[in-house]
């Protein structure tokens, strides 16, 4: 099958305004979307659409038939929370979601795959701080990578990765973020995305930028591991309730920040600046809309890695 473990380090290291650096173990699911319901019947651990020790729900991933916040083709004037209605329907699969999502930017992903490389449900509980979608067309090669990015208000954000990024085997992108994933840094700070496609290793990077200057990279890495009940129970032990672990280090090292006298900004500063997400929280939902007309709200250049 094409679903697997991944055991990896995540390494965060912040330059500005002052250094800070961290890394941790965790692993991570990859799963073909198209295996679902054959891991549910194989594997004991792990559920979809079931509640389990890991469960997997379709729901928790790319809401694209929500409403989006602040979205493409807001108009000018709209009323405050102003969100473009649903585009797919309620009951789409997820794969059905990722396959129309790709075709509204004019990639056609029919008869192929696409892996998941994500948490599920840890006991009921799930957080993602970013899950990789990885699009294959029907002859196997490499498409398109999505990066689905969730905050800690449990608001989403996709950013697509299309063909035209993809070089030397890496899907890279800098795009302005416009969301609100830490106090620590503005929300039009540029992503650097380079997604490389997993294989018997996983490898990616985020970094932030300010202008032309670095100010924080993110690094996951590691090898590839059976998708089995051993390997999971193995992992449970080596790894327990790692998705609350997980929140529980993005507090802890934000107040190691805030110890640091890092300059920190609201939520609802700049609501009208966060845009093309899904789930917003209460703190923007008023938000004032912005002062533009009808344009795309992400302005994107491929590099290489």
Same mark, same amino acid.
């Given at each position: 099958?094409?679903?697997?473990?991944?055991?990896?380090?995540?390494?965060?290291?912040?330059?500005?305004?002052?250094?800070?650096?961290?890394?941790?173990?965790?692993?991570?699911?990859?799963?073909?979307?198209?295996?679902?319901?054959?891991?549910?019947?194989?594997?004991?651990?792990?559920?979809?659409?079931?509640?389990?020790?890991?469960? *997997?729900?379709?729901?928790? *991933?790319?809401?694209?038939?929500?409403?989006?916040?602040?979205?493409?083709?807001?108009?000018?004037?709209?009323?405050?929370?102003?969100?473009?209605?649903?585009?797919?329907?309620?009951?789409?699969?997820?794969?059905?979601?990722?396959?129309?999502?790709?075709?509204?930017?004019?990639?056609?992903?029919?008869?192929?795959?696409?892996?998941?490389?994500?948490?599920?449900?840890?006991?009921?509980?799930?957080?993602?701080?970013?899950?990789?979608?990885?699009?294959?067309?029907?002859?196997?090669?490499?498409?398109?990578?999505?990066?689905?990015?969730?905050?800690?208000?449990?608001?989403?954000?996709?950013?697509?990765?299309?063909?035209?990024?993809?070089?030397?085997?890496?899907?890279?992108?800098?795009?302005?973020?416009?969301?609100?994933?830490?106090?620590?840094?503005?929300?039009?700070?540029?992503?650097?995305?380079?997604?490389?496609?997993?294989?018997?290793?996983?490898?990616?990077?985020?970094?932030?930028?300010?202008?032309?200057?670095?100010?924080?990279?993110?690094?996951?890495?590691?090898?590839?591991?059976?998708?089995?009940?051993?390997?999971?129970?193995?992992?449970?032990?080596?790894?327990?309730?790692?998705?609350?672990?997980?929140?529980?280090?993005?507090?802890?090292?934000?107040?190691?920040?805030?110890?640091?006298?890092?300059?920190?900004?609201?939520?609802?500063?700049?609501?009208?600046?966060?845009?093309?997400?899904?789930?917003?929280?209460?703190?923007?939902?008023?938000?004032?809309?912005?002062?533009?007309?009808?344009?795309?709200?992400?302005?994107?250049?491929?590099?290489?890695?």
């Amino acid at each position: 099958m094409n679903s697997c473990l991944y055991e990896c380090r995540v390494m965060h290291a912040r330059f500005a305004p002052k250094a800070h650096r961290f890394d941790y173990r965790i692993f991570l699911f990859a799963l073909d979307l198209d295996e679902l319901d054959m891991l549910h019947r194989k594997l004991r651990l792990f559920s979809h659409g079931w509640r389990n020790l890991y469960s *997997f729900r379709d729901d928790d *991933f790319l809401p694209t038939h929500e409403r989006v916040f602040n979205g493409r083709g807001r108009p000018l004037g709209a009323p405050p929370g102003f969100a473009v209605g649903p585009a797919e329907p309620p009951d789409q699969s997820l794969k059905s979601r990722v396959v129309g999502h790709l075709a509204s930017h004019g990639i056609d992903l029919t008869g192929g795959r696409v892996i998941l490389v994500t948490l599920p449900r840890i006991l009921g509980y799930l957080f993602n701080p970013v899950s990789f979608y990885f699009c294959y067309d029907h002859r196997g090669a490499p498409l398109a990578a999505l990066a689905e990015v969730t905050n800690t208000f449990k608001e989403m954000k996709p950013y697509m990765l299309g063909p035209e990024t993809r070089r030397d085997g890496v899907f890279s992108l800098r795009v302005p973020k416009h969301f609100y994933v830490s106090p620590f840094s503005e929300v039009d700070v540029a992503f650097d995305f380079k997604l490389r496609t997993p294989g018997e290793r996983l490898s990616v990077q985020i970094d932030d930028y300010v202008g032309a200057a670095r100010t924080l990279t993110s690094t996951l890495t590691g090898p590839r591991e059976p998708l089995t009940d051993g390997r999971l129970a193995w992992f449970t032990l080596k790894y327990p309730l790692l998705t609350l672990r997980i929140i529980g280090l993005i507090h802890w090292h934000a107040f190691q920040l805030w110890l640091k006298n890092v300059p920190w900004f609201a939520k609802s500063a700049r609501g009208a600046d966060q845009r093309d997400l899904y789930r917003p929280h209460a703190s923007i939902a008023s938000a004032p809309a912005p002062l533009s007309g009808i344009k795309p709200t992400l302005v994107s250049t491929s590099h290489k890695a």
